[in-house]
Nanobody, 125 residues
Framework: QVQLLESGGGLVQAGGSLLLSCAVSGGTFRSYTMAWFRQAPGKERDFVSA?????????YYADSVKGRCTISRDNAKNTVYLTMNSLKPEDTAVYYC?????????????????WGQGTQVTVSS
């Protein structure tokens, strides 16, 4: 059984930084495309970033976080990270980690097979 466990969320002031982690157990981590999504209060869950396992760990970012966030993966630790800098109040959301059996990234939620429970990120102004 594949399980994803996010950590690293919390309360931070605008302009601050956070490092989110997602540890994956079960399955074959190096064969998963990994992604982060987020859901703000009263809104739908949106794509944030993804890293493929094929093609040299290619990455992709939503326009809303491009230049401020970096996704990375450590296959030896079965962990994917999301470094978030210059945080804004509008980044406040529950952040979810997801794993896909696809070889390349996709922003489509239905393409992701496994999901974590989420970690809360709150950015104060």
């Amino acid at each position: 059984q594949v399980q994803l466990l996010e950590s690293g969320g919390g309360l931070v002031q605008a302009g601050g930084s956070l490092l989110l982690s997602c540890a994956v157990s079960g399955g074959t981590f190096r064969s998963y495309t990994m992604a982060w999504f987020r859901q703000a209060p009263g809104k739908e869950r949106d794509f944030v970033s993804a890293v493929s396992w094929k093609g040299g760990d290619s990455t992709y970012y939503a326009d809303s976080v491009k230049g401020r966030c970096t996704i990375s993966r450590d296959n030896a630790k079965n962990t994917v990270y999301l470094t978030m800098n210059s945080l804004k109040p509008e980044d406040t959301a529950v952040y979810y980690c997801a794993a896909s059996l696809r070889a390349t990234w996709t922003p489509q939620q239905h393409e992701y097979n496994y999901w974590g429970q989420g970690t809360q990120v709150t950015v104060s102004s």
